[in-house]
């Protein structure tokens, strides 16, 4: 049977279970009630004493995300951009303006764009375009085909040393260009290791290899130097397929090239794109691989602005052809982010 309440001093109520206070004779007074709190309100007396002493209190800016207070002044957002704006237009921008500016006004004088037409009705323009459009392309092809090879090969066979294989490959993408264009003529220069050999093997007295000198020669350079460029993204392609789906193709009987074909190729092919279009970009602009082959008959535009710039003192010529690489390049540049955004590159 629950226990009733205790009532020990006149208007206090004791709950079951509680001690009652200590019970006095004096006669319970009831006192003023205190007036009832507004709803969400609380007591703090302490501290709406420290808000009279210092002054209204002060509400977060909401203009500034709530961490500016009354007092403090906030820097705008934009003004934080200036100075790598100004940086930007000083080094980058400034000087592309002044290239700009020199191809629209000829030393000799004459409209806006006779340098314009100038160059582009000159064969050497036209020549040395057509040289740089297939040596990039050719490239692009070359090391495509390369790269995907070689990365099937790290990726998928097992082999000892693989992993630092793989390794090396990113240190190679530092390498400066010329670097391995010294090297091939070490090989297969006039004086290389290839002729040599074959001098020594036949009593000749000149060997057969003097390729690098010809755009054969510029070609085998660039597919060497830029190949990695395209394995690197493939390796990483790789490294997130699903190895179940090679293990269910091979035990339905399927071959290594149908899996290569119908599995693995599909899954590339985003990798594939991304690094052909940077190699297509960098080919369209690589000066050192064609300065050190010495090849004196193969001109592409980097060679064709060295040349009126540097040996015919022709600023203008030099600027127009140095616009068109640079329109070409950006073009192709915007190409390749596409196509990075799109396989998440």
Not at 17 to 39: E, I, K, M, N, Y
Not at 136 to 152: D, E, I, S, Y
């Amino acid at each position: 049977m629950a226990e009733a309440p205790r009532l020990d001093v006149p208007g206090a109520v004791t709950a079951p279970g509680t001690s009652a206070p200590p019970h006095t004779d004096a006669p319970f007074t009831p006192g003023p009630r205190p007036p009832a709190a507004a709803p969400g309100a609380t007591d703090r007396p302490a501290a709406r004493g420290a808000d009279a002493a210092t002054g209204p209190a002060t509400t977060p800016d909401r203009a500034s995300g709530g961490r500016a207070r009354a007092g403090v002044r906030v820097v705008p957002a934009w003004l934080w951009g200036v100075p790598p704006v100004v940086v930007l237009a000083l080094v980058f921008l400034y000087p592309l303006a002044l290239v700009v500016q020199q191809s629209l006004t000829p030393e000799n004088g004459g409209g806006a764009f006779d340098a314009y037409a100038s160059v582009f009705a000159s064969h050497g323009f036209r020549e040395a375009l057509g040289t740089t459009v297939w040596l990039a392309v050719g490239a692009t092809v070359g090391c495509l085909v390369l790269g995907f090879a070689l990365a099937l090969v790290i990726a998928f066979v097992p082999f000892p040393g693989a992993k630092g294989v793989a390794k090396f490959i990113d240190v190679f993408l530092s390498f400066p260009s010329f670097l391995i264009t010294l090297a091939l003529l070490f090989i297969y220069g006039t004086v290389g290791m290839a002729n040599g050999v074959w001098s020594d093997l036949t009593g000749a007295a000149d060997g057969p290899f003097h390729f690098l000198a010809t755009p054969w020669g510029v070609l085998l350079a660039e597919i060497t130097y830029f190949t990695p460029f395209v394995m690197r993204p493939l390796l990483a392609a790789f490294s997130q397929l699903d190895t179940a789906q090679l293990e269910v193709a091979s035990s339905l009987g399927a071959r290594p090239a149908r899996i290569v074909r119908r599995v693995i190729l599909p899954e590339a092919l985003p990798a594939l794109a991304a690094g052909g279009s940077l190699v297509l970009v960098m080919c369209l602009n690589e000066f050192g691989i064609v300065l050190f082959t010495g090849a004196k008959d193969v001109t592409t535009l980097p060679m064709l602005v060295y040349g009126k710039a540097i040996l015919e003192s022709d600023y203008s010529a030099a600027c127009v052809v140095a616009v068109v690489n640079i329109a070409i390049s950006v073009g192709l540049f915007g190409l390749y982010r596409v196509v990075s955004k799109r396989a998440g590159a």
